[in-house]
Structures are given as structure tokens and as C-alpha cells.
């Protein structure tokens, strides 16, 4: 029996296939990586934006072909938040998907393939956690703290697909942890739709009260920080509840990266209260501060949308000026998409796309200029780099710094951490070199792209 398994969307996707995988191994399956070579094919989607949502309706037009071409021996699968969504189970029943299981079901996927190949629309809230046996020679590895949301902001539909916040218990993560670090693991990342309210009563706000034996996020950064991982990080965060423990926490705890993901998603107060996002301009701005004093190193990147219905161009400068003034090292910057059923979609009108694609790109402009000035700062600086394998670039090793910047190294590193120094930066990239005697020679600098020499 071969599976084929196809991930879109956020880390938190891909822990959940590495699960699926591990409950499909154990029945005894194994996996290739061509779609035309499996007997079962897994989709595990994203719903958050429309272009995800795309790229998974093709490749099931693709899969139905293949059904057919096979007279319906072929078990296709719908997984993930599309699979939670009315538009998903519309999807599934025009694609002929045989399995449709939601992130609250994942582990259902035995199951699910036992009741024969016949539909099985599994729409289910309840969320389990799942110990996924470590990956076999991986240097990073995920580990699920939480799941689900409890904030409704308007544009997203993650509220619907993944239920209210549910914490593991610490327990169970520090197990984990150790698993991971006995496997060789030498970077975890604790991920959460909203790592920050780990632990907390049910709510939104920044000052609830814990369950009974839970400890707060800020405590359990202690906690996995001590496991002996060398590198400890987490996404995502949520302004409001990323206090100033969180930040204490870090800072006192040296295994725990210092890089911070704080999603703005709109510097204008209009548009935040428009989005729900529970905080003002001025509340974030303090949040990044506080990183600033206890993390004056820290690496600060964001998620802002291009676009919100109801934007204006004024709204918009203000989304560039305090982009300027946080001087992020990277940001993930997206158009508006609006997703059905969600408050935004029902209650306002989107705009005209070309207005957002001509935002989205002076945003990204911004970006670039601002992430080469960050990056350059580096230059001449010695960094860790955890080297993951080759790079695309011939001849280069890839991998990251604990500031979560994409490096690239001259020669043969094996995977692991290594420390370098850095003798070249692009927006996207630092250039590094195992001895400063090294330099780099720019070969298709139009395209971005730099080959290591040496300086001798
Ligand atoms: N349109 C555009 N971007 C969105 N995001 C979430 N929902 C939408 C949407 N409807 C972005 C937010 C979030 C990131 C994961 O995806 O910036 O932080
Ligand atoms: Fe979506 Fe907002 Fe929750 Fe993030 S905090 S998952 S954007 S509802």
C-alpha cells in the first residue's frame, strides 16, 4: 500500500501530516512521492487565503483524472481546514474525494480508511494532541502546544476550522521535548495558532486565569528550556497576549531564540478595529518596545494584510509608517482574500484587487529596503547557523540563524549548527563564510544571486 501526501499551509499542517504519516506507516503503508504511483492520495490544505484554496482544487481536478483513468481504484483524500469548511465539502463532492477529515480529526485517518472507500464527511470539533514518533535524522522538529483559536478576527477563517484554544498538557510537551532532544534534535519550534495564551481559561484578553495545572506560556518556555534543546522557538504570537513575561521569559532563558513573530496585520486603528484585533497602533508599538529594552538583538518579522475592505490610502501610509518605525528584519505580506463565511466577508465589501496588488507592492518595496539595511548590519559578524542541507545555489550549504535569517554557506557543512561569519547580505539572505578570508563574487546580481570565493 502507497500513500502519497501532499501538505499546503502552515507548519502547524505540516506536524499534522508528519501525524498522518506516522498513523499510515503503522498500518503499513509506505510513501512515494508521485501522485501516479499511490493507491491513497492525501491532500492536507489550507483555507486561510484563496490561493491556497486554488492550488488544492487543481490538484484534485489532477486526482479525479487519475480516478478515472483507474476505474475508481484510488482512495483520494481531503484533510485540513478545507475539509472543516462548507466550501471544502463542495469541493470534496465535486472532485469525488472518498475521505474528508478536518485538523480535528486527523488522527482519525485509520479509522476513516477502515469504513471502505466511501464518503465519510467527518466534521468534528473535538481536538486530540498526538505524539508523532521524532522524525528519524531530522535536526528541527515541530511540537504542537496548542490548537485552535479563541480571537475572531474578521478576515480569518481559522476560528471555524480549528475551533476554540485548546492547550496540551505540559506534560506531554516536555515528554516530547525530550524525545526530540534523545532523537537528535537540535531545534524545536512550539507552534500554536496563538502560542501566547498557552494554559489560559477560556477568553481572549491578556489577564485570564490559568486552568488548574497548566502553567503559562511564559513558564513552559522555561520549562522546554531546560530540556537541553540547544534552540527553542515558537509561532505564532498575538499582541495581546504576548505580555511582558513572555519577554522576560525569553530573555532569561538562553536557549529560547531571539526572534520574535508578532503579527501587526495593519498599522492604522481604524482598520485593526475594523479586523478585531483587540489593540491599537500604540498598544503594539509598546509590545515592540518592551522586545527592544530585554531583546535589544532580538529579530522582529510580522504578518500585515494589503487591502482590508474599508482601507484607505490614508489607513495604508500608516501601515508603511509604522513599518518604518519597527524596521521589521522580515514581514509575510499578503492581499486581502476574502473567505467565505467569515465577519468580514458578511458584513463588508472588498476592494477593487488592482487597488491591494499596487499596496501589496509598495508594502513589499518597503520591505526589501528596510531588510537589506537590517541584514547589512550583520556583515562582519560571526552567527550560528543550524545547516539543514544543500542549497539551491551550487556549491552552497542552507540553513538558519537563531534570528531566523536564511543563510547560505561556501562548502561541505554537515547538517547541524555551526558558526560563521557573515560576509554578504541581500533582503532575503546572509552570505556566510567559514573564515573571514572569504569573500563572495556577485554572478547574476539582477537576480539576487551570489557565488562564495575566496577573498585570496
Ligand atoms: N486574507 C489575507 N490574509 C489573511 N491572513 C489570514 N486570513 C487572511 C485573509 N482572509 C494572514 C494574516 C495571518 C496570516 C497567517 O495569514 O496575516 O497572520
Ligand atoms: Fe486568525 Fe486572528 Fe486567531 Fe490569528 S489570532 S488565527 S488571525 S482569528
Not at 490538484?59 to 462548507?86: D, F, H, N, S, W
Not at 469504513?115 to 515541530?142: D, I, M
Not at 495593519?266 to 509590545?287: C, H, I, P, T, W
Not at 473567505?339 to 465589501?349: L, Q, S, V
Request: hydrophobic share 40%; proline share 5%; net charge neutral.
Amino acid at each position: 500500500m502507497r500513500a502519497h501526501v501532499v501538505t499546503f499551509g502552515c507548519q502547524m499542517n505540516e506536524y499534522d501530516t508528519h501525524a498522518i504519516q506516522s498513523e499510515l506507516a503503522g498500518i503499513g503503508y509506505s510513501f512515494v512521492d508521485d501522485f501516479r504511483q499511490a493507491d491513497l492520495v492525501l491532500v492536507n490544505t489550507c483555507a486561510v487565503r484563496g490561493k491556497p484554496v486554488e492550488k488544492a482544487q487543481t490538484l484534485l481536478g489532477e486526482l479525479r483524472k487519475e480516478k478515472l483513468r483507474r476505474r475508481g481504484a484510488y482512495t483520494i483524500g481531503l484533510i485540513g481546514c478545507l475539509a472543516q469548511l462548507p466550501e471544502g465539502k463542495r469541493l470534496g463532492e465535486k472532485f469525488g474525494v472518498d475521505i474528508m477529515l478536518g485538523p480535528g480529526a486527523i488522527t482519525e485517518i485509520v479509522a476513516a480508511l477502515d469504513r471502505g472507500r466511501f464518503r465519510s464527511f467527518e466534521f468534528k470539533h473535538e481536538l486530540q494532541f498526538y505524539t508523532p514518533p521524532p522524525p528519524r535524522g531530522a535536526v528541527s522538529a515541530n511540537l504542537t502546544i496548542m490548537r485552535g483559536c479563541n480571537h475572531r478576527c474578521t478576515y480569518c477563517v481559522v476560528p471555524a476550522t480549528r475551533g476554540p484554544e485548546v492547550s496540551r498538557p505540559a506534560d506531554d510537551v516536555i515528554k516530547e521535548a525530550h524525545a526530540l532532544k534523545d532523537a537528535g534534535v537540535v531545534e524545536v519550534t512550539l507552534l500554536g495558532q496563538n502560542v501566547n495564551s498557552y494554559g489560559m481559561a477560556p477568553g481572549t484578553g491578556a489577564r485570564r486565569a490559568l486552568l488548574d495545572g497548566y502553567p503559562s506560556f511564559a513558564e513552559l518556555l522555561r520549562m522546554v528550556g531546560r530540556a537541553g534543546i540547544p534552540r527553542v522557538r515558537f509561532v505564532t504570537s498575538h499582541p495581546v497576549n504576548f505580555d511582558d513575561e513572555i519577554v522576560e521569559a525569553i530573555a532569561d532563558t538562553p536557549a529560547v531564540c531571539r526572534y520574535i513573530h508578532l503579527p501587526v496585520q495593519s498599522g492604522s486603528d481604524r482598520v485593526l478595529k475594523r479586523m478585531a484585533r483587540e489593540y491599537n497602533r500604540e498598544f503594539y508599538l509598546s509590545r515592540i518596545r518592551r522586545v527592544r529594552e530585554l531583546l535589544p538583538d532580538a529579530t522582529i518579522s510580522t504578518d500585515i494584510i494589503a487591502g482590508f475592505p474599508g482601507e484607505t490610502d490614508e489607513d495604508f501610509e500608516q501601515t508603511l509608517s509604522l513599518y518604518r518605525e519597527v524596521r521589521y528584519d522580515a514581514a509575510y505580506m499578503f492581499i486581502y482574500s476574502e473567505r467565505e463565511g467569515t465577519p468580514a466577508a458578511i458584513h463588508f465589501d472588498d476592494i477593487p484587487r488592482e487597488v491591494k496588488t499596487e499596496r501589496l507592492s509598495r508594502l513589499v518595496d518597503l520591505q526589501k529596503t528596510i531588510s537589506l539595511e537590517q541584514n547589512l548590519k550583520w556583515v562582519g559578524e560571526e552567527v550560528e547557523v543550524l545547516v539543514k542541507g544543500p542549497a539551491d545555489e551550487q556549491g552552497l550549504v542552507q540553513g538558519h540563524t537563531r534570528g531566523n535569517h536564511v543563510a547560505l554557506i561556501r562548502g561541505e557543512l554537515e547538517p547541524g549548527i555551526h558558526r560563521v561569519m557573515v560576509v554578504h547580505a541581500t533582503p532575503n539572505r546572509l552570505y556566510c563564510a567559514r573564515d573571514a578570508s572569504q569573500g563572495f563574487d556577485p554572478v547574476e546580481p539582477r537576480a539576487g544571486i551570489y557565488r562564495l570565493t575566496s577573498a585570496l
